[in-house]
């Protein structure tokens, strides 16, 4: 790991345990003057903000170092989806030793649902940990700390009205000005045997609820969140829209890269970003993902 690296999570650990103990940090004499007054540091790169966003700004507590936030994304999210396919590998040798490993995991329903809850489930819960055990913060500094409102709901309508008039927009730029890249092919979702209502239960289950729950606490709870603390709302938001949007990315049933899938999921986030700034919760962005997966799951199972 690289020293730097080795650096910042020594001292984030430090400060996070220090804040724990009702200690307060000087503030060093090379660091910037704040831009958030409540919540910690400003940076140089942290843009202007003006009337509501500055307001906003305010309610994001400090979650670490910009780079040091986006270094434990990246972790949190490989590092769940590969324990979730090696708990899956064990337990397939363990009860079914004489089968083939890759086919059940490509033919079997209730084993995909599996690995998704998982995946999903060690999202949500390293996410938190790193927020309440590590960083001593509540729930509130992801967007989870009060109850749905009504306003989420009808918030999260609007989100959606806005998020489909830009895919709208952009497949009409994209057949003009990048008339060869493919928007017709689907995403690789998995599920692809589905011979029973379980199976279409299960697969419904891991592609539309489960995804919004794990996707948006560790994305626009974590990551947006954590950046927002110490920058403007644009270069929180593109930051966090790229990482959502490279995640998404995903491959076709040619196998090529489907960038399409990207640049929808990109679309999304700026969406879903807007409405995490804007509640100052996840339940509204929660609520349009959920919508997006579910016609997508319409249109892929059709």
């Given at each position: 790991?690289?020293?730097?690296?080795?650096?910042?999570?020594?001292?984030?650990?430090?400060n996070?345990?220090?804040?724990?103990?009702?200690?307060?940090?000087?503030?060093?004499?090379?660091?910037?003057?704040?831009?958030?007054?409540?919540?910690?540091?400003?940076?140089?790169?942290?843009?202007?903000?003006?009337?509501?966003?500055?307001?906003?700004?305010?309610?994001?507590?400090?979650?670490?170092?910009?780079?040091?936030?986006?270094?434990i994304?990246?972790?949190?999210?490989?590092v769940?989806?590969?324990?979730?396919?090696?708990?899956?590998?064990?337990?397939?040798?363990i009860?079914?030793?004489?089968?083939?490993?890759?086919?059940?995991?490509?033919?079997?329903?209730?084993?995909?649902f599996?690995?998704?809850?998982?995946?999903?489930?060690?999202?949500?819960?390293?996410?938190?940990?790193?927020?309440?055990?590590?960083?001593?913060?509540?729930?509130?500094?992801?967007?989870?700390?009060?109850?749905?409102?009504?306003s989420?709901?009808?918030?999260?309508?609007?989100?959606?009205?806005?998020?489909?008039?830009?895919?709208?927009?952009?497949?009409?730029?994209?057949?003009?000005?990048?008339?060869d890249?493919?928007?017709?092919?689907?995403?690789?979702?998995?599920?692809?045997?589905?011979?029973?209502?379980?199976d279409?239960?299960?697969?419904?289950?891991?592609?539309?609820?489960?995804?919004?729950?794990?996707?948006?606490?560790l994305?626009?709870?974590?990551?947006?969140?954590?950046?927002?603390?110490?920058?403007?709302?644009?270069y929180?938001?593109l930051?966090?829209?790229?990482?959502?949007?490279?995640a998404?990315?995903?491959?076709?049933s040619?196998?090529?890269?489907?960038?399409?899938?990207?640049?929808?999921?990109?679309?999304?986030?700026?969406?879903?970003?807007?409405?995490?700034?804007?509640?100052?919760?996840?339940?509204?962005?929660?609520?349009?993902?959920?919508?997006?997966?579910?016609i997508?799951?319409?249109?892929?199972?059709?």
């Amino acid at each position: 790991m690289p020293v730097f690296i080795v650096k910042l999570i020594v001292k984030e650990g430090k400060n996070a345990l220090g804040d724990a103990e009702g200690g307060t940090r000087p503030p060093a004499a090379a660091e910037e003057p704040s831009v958030s007054g409540e919540h910690g540091r400003g940076v140089a790169w942290s843009g202007r903000t003006h009337g509501f966003f500055r307001s906003s700004q305010r309610r994001h507590k400090d979650l670490g170092n910009p780079w040091l936030v986006v270094l434990i994304t990246f972790v949190i999210f490989f590092v769940s989806q590969f324990a979730a396919a090696i708990i899956a590998a064990l337990g397939l040798a363990i009860f079914k030793p004489d089968a083939s490993i890759t086919s059940i995991l490509n033919q079997s329903a209730p084993v995909q649902f599996f690995y998704v809850l998982v995946a999903e489930g060690l999202v949500f819960g390293l996410t938190i940990a790193v927020v309440k055990k590590w960083r001593q913060l509540k729930l509130s500094a992801v967007g989870l700390g009060r109850l749905p409102r009504w306003s989420d709901f009808t918030k999260a309508l609007g989100g959606a009205a806005v998020f489909y008039a830009l895919l709208i927009t952009s497949s009409v730029l994209i057949s003009i000005f990048i008339p060869d890249l493919d928007t017709d092919e689907l995403q690789d979702v998995g599920f692809d045997a589905l011979n029973s209502s379980l199976d279409t239960l299960l697969a419904f289950t891991a592609l539309v609820f489960l995804p919004p729950i794990g996707e948006e606490t560790l994305m626009r709870g974590y990551l947006y969140s954590g950046l927002r603390a110490r920058m403007g709302f644009i270069y929180a938001m593109l930051i966090t829209s790229v990482f959502f949007g490279v995640a998404h990315l995903g491959t076709g049933s040619s196998g090529a890269p489907l960038w399409i899938a990207g640049i929808n999921t990109f679309l999304l986030s700026l969406v879903l970003v807007y409405l995490r700034e804007r509640t100052g919760a996840l339940y509204a962005p929660m609520l349009v993902h959920a919508a997006n997966n579910l016609i997508a799951f319409g249109i892929h199972f059709r």
